[in-house]
């Protein structure tokens, strides 16, 4: 069995709305200082879990429970997205773009 396609679209459309919220997530990551040694790693593991989270609960609201297959799907579908989770996340934020803005 692989991934239907409305989870597929949905785990999809996830991974769209963490990378547009990635700044948050970033922020959030920042929290852990000095505890965690790299911001966006951090920021990258809480964003791919929320999606993780998010399969998993798709399963679960169908009644049904994701094979080693699904699971090895998904992992791709990560995979193939993480650049541009990445991209997204090491980003400046919008306060580093104002800062860098004023003194320019």
């Known amino acids: 069995?692989?991934?239907?396609?409305?989870?597929?679209?949905?785990?999809?459309?996830?991974?769209?709305?963490?990378?547009?919220?990635?700044?948050?997530?970033k922020e959030i990551a920042e929290k852990f200082r000095p505890e965690i040694e790299s911001v966006q790693d951090t920021a990258f593991g809480i964003i791919t879990g929320c999606v993780y989270s998010g399969f998993l609960q798709a399963y679960q609201n169908q009644q049904q429970t994701a094979s080693l297959e699904d699971i090895k799907e998904f992992n791709e579908m990560i995979k193939n997205k993480a650049s541009q989770i990445k991209k997204a996340i090491s980003a400046p934020t919008k306060t580093e773009n104002q800062v860098k803005e004023k003194t320019d």
């Open 1 to 25: 069995m692989t991934i239907a396609k409305e989870n597929k679209e949905f785990i999809n459309s996830l991974i769209e709305y963490y990378i547009s919220e990635s700044e948050s997530y």
